[in-house]
């Protein structure tokens, strides 16, 4: 019989994550200091984050960074995750491709995001913090930290985008079983909140005005208080690496390796952490390794973003950051992968993305959830609106296969499983979804607002 | 660093099943036809499953039974499940126990219930069945056969009982995800939710009344459609002692033997998948091990059951069975854990409980809930309402250990996740949650009602 799954023995599981930022051919451009518009160093980062993660996100030389032990303890909760090989999918699809996928829906909490929420939770404990904050959009980062807080005794509070928090009232429940404050955003409970609401009585929500009221809230209490964040910042694709390398590992088990790659793209987090362990192999030229980011139509940074210093949040706290944008005032759709409504691209990925190690592909709302249904029949999985991108993706690129005759290797990120979004294929079922692609009004818009920042 | 979760490869899983029936020390009473009042047949018993199931029912003889390859190709999708060492509900208590879980809910339907589902739709397929149907409660065996219908390519017609349909709407949209017909029942399509209707408008449903619906509809179309059952006939319980095999390989290489098994129980399935693969050591004198059935206290069969003849089903469509029984009449209160709302126990466990071979234990609502968050937070996993049963069940054991002093080895089932049941967990941190023990007048009624069963 045909092997379907892949693990590691929890001994195999890597001990160090891989810090792409020492290898990278060209460096990305530094982030700024909002203020004086110098470059950010430790000291102003560790305002907002904890230490550790502050030098971790400037660290350019060290290769390879030590999971703390009680870290890796946390991860054999639910680590390796399975690498899975998707007989079912392939012949739905009558593909030669081989489709492989890495599940990383089995976390305890239903996504990767945890991978960073146990690694950042623990440093905070380290550093004598007690209180965190943090944005949420579909719940899934939020659900992570609120566990991981929990787990290390640290109080946890969590703003979630409007939309989001009355779309996907079981993930509120999950987070606040696992004891976590959860706030609809944006509120009148920070000065970014209220302005927003100043303005726009019926502001919706975006992932840049959650990270504005989390920031706001954890700069109050600095010596107490970290905000921390689930996407973007290069600590966190660093935390997220362990899924490429034991990705790796397993496709040794396999017999097998990937000639393409393909995630999800909100900020860059799962790709980063499923693609950077390859892609490290395509720096040094043993392999040719493509890497696609799925993202949303209605929000596509990589294919339409512009290139320019932008915050990372709506009131601006956050240091200018050097991304593909489409500006942080920038309101996405109300698609369901709300995780995915992001304006812009972390750094590092900016920088890769603008010298061709990856590629951008805009999936469209409809398209995902063909999609997640056809793997869900076939795969025995509902995904998450997210991984949906992802899976869309794949499926172009197995399609594609199929009329080339090429039996390639692809691997995608199943970063998430959708059983809190299923509200969302209800009324996929009931034909009530609809498309929507940024328009070149929108885009147009988002230069104007740019040209003016910082160059 | 401590091992905490134990996989098989995909080679060690199963290839049989264990069939208790060829190992009781006394057997169960025959079933009866509800026409003839003679034992059943395996003619008489595929007028409503299918044949193989039927001989299996009847199969008093061979000890194992092979697995279908089909069966065991699919088992890969999610087998083998992990055998987890629950350190920190272990740390969280303080007790001296070492307490494990067979995670069955990393299946892709989220409980065990696929293991006998992916089995009953292949025999149905094989024998040239085209339409399945079942009642389901929680929505945990309506899903699983959604699924292995879809994937034999099989139309699936499930019955859910009508409370856990309003109290879980997301898991009506997983069965219509995978391509199901779901109706609430009692409904008007069949005369026994008519009669149950006319007598009855406000009915909330039942197990009993779900199984009568599904079974009608089966026989109406003998030749084509047959009725699948998720729980009390041996055998499902056949199915799912792949649970229990899988653990004790398990075991061997945790290094350790379980003093105490324990499980939830409804109709009794997913306490015979873990309990029968160790009960047989029992049998033959090699081990001491005790089991223990947490049954809610509004619907305990086995602690305050009549042991009696009775039918599976409110109509009494089904053969007669020898149960523990609260009558097939009874309406259960409207308990979260609605896969434990059903009025009696299947023929073999009976047996096992009248011979001293299991013990019964009463959880209430709120100490099972009390129990699910605990488990959330010391161990990630959010656990459906039936499960935390099983979870409080053995956190009585556990503090019994901390009492004594005694290092015991207890295993639980983890039979499903409980992100289907967030509403329930909302009621719960609002206090709104209210404890339903059954009384002794409920138990009197049902004693008068069973009275006028054949002997």
């Given at each position: 019989m045909k092997q379907k799954r892949f693990f590691l023995q929890e001994d195999q599981i890597p001990k160090q994550w891989y810090n792409i930022q020492a290898d990278m051919p060209v460096k990305p451009a530094p982030m700024l200091d909002p203020q004086t518009l110098k470059p950010v160093t430790v000291e102003s980062l560790s305002r907002i984050f904890c230490e550790e993660c502050s030098r971790q996100e400037l660290n350019f030389t060290d290769r390879w960074i030590d999971i703390p032990e009680k870290v890796r303890e946390m991860y054999t909760y639910y680590r390796s995750t399975p690498l899975v090989r998707a007989y079912g999918l392939e012949e739905a699809l009558g593909t030669p491709a081989h489709i492989y996928f890495?599940?990383?829906?089995?976390?305890p909490v239903g996504s990767h995001k945890l991978n960073s929420a146990l690694a950042q939770a623990w440093y905070c404990k380290q550093e004598g913090i007690t209180n965190v904050t943090t944005e949420t959009g579909a719940g899934q980062w939020g659900t992570a930290l609120a566990y991981s807080a929990k787990l290390f005794g640290l109080e946890a509070a969590v703003y979630q985008v409007k939309v989001s928090y009355e779309q996907k009232p079981y993930r509120r429940s999950m987070m606040q079983v696992f004891g976590a404050q959860v706030t609809p955003s944006p509120s009148m409970s920070t000065r970014a909140g209220k302005d927003i609401l100043t303005k726009n009585p019926f502001h919706q929500g975006s992932l840049g005005t959650a990270i504005s009221e989390a920031v706001e809230l954890a700069r109050e209490t600095p010596e107490r208080c970290k905000y921390t964040l689930g996407s973007t910042m290069s600590h966190v694709s660093l935390h997220q690496t362990i899924i490429g390398l034991e990705a790796e590992k397993q496709f040794e088990m396999a017999g097998e390796y990937p000639d393409e790659v393909i995630a999800c793209f909100g900020g860059g987090s799962n790709f980063s952490g499923v693609a950077f362990p390859f892609m490290r192999h395509v720096f040094s030229g043993e392999k040719k390794t493509r890497f696609f980011a799925a993202e949303p139509a209605s929000c596509p940074k990589i294919t339409r973003g512009i290139l320019s210093y932008d915050y990372g949040d709506e009131a601006g706290y956050t240091p200018l950051i050097p991304m593909y944008t489409l500006g942080h005032q920038f309101q996405p759709a109300?698609?369901?992968?709300?995780?995915?409504?992001?304006?812009g691209a972390g750094a590092v990925v900016t920088q890769l993305a603008k010298d061709g190690y990856m590629e951008g592909m805009d999936i469209n709302q409809i398209e995902a959830f063909d999609a997640a249904v056809l793997f869900a029949k076939s795969e025995g999985i509902i995904p998450a609106p997210e991984s949906s991108h992802a899976i869309a993706a794949t499926i172009r690129r197995a399609m594609a296969c199929k009329e080339s005759g090429e039996e390639k290797v692809l691997l995608f990120n199943l970063t998430g499983h959708g059983l809190m979004d299923m509200s969302a294929y209800d009324q996929y079922l009931r034909g009530n979804l609809i498309n929507y692609s940024i328009s070149d009004e929108e885009i147009k818009k988002s230069e104007e607002i740019l040209a003016e920042m910082p160059k």
């Open positions: 890495k599940n990383e829906s089995v976390s109300n698609i369901h992968a709300g995780g995915l409504r992001y304006h």
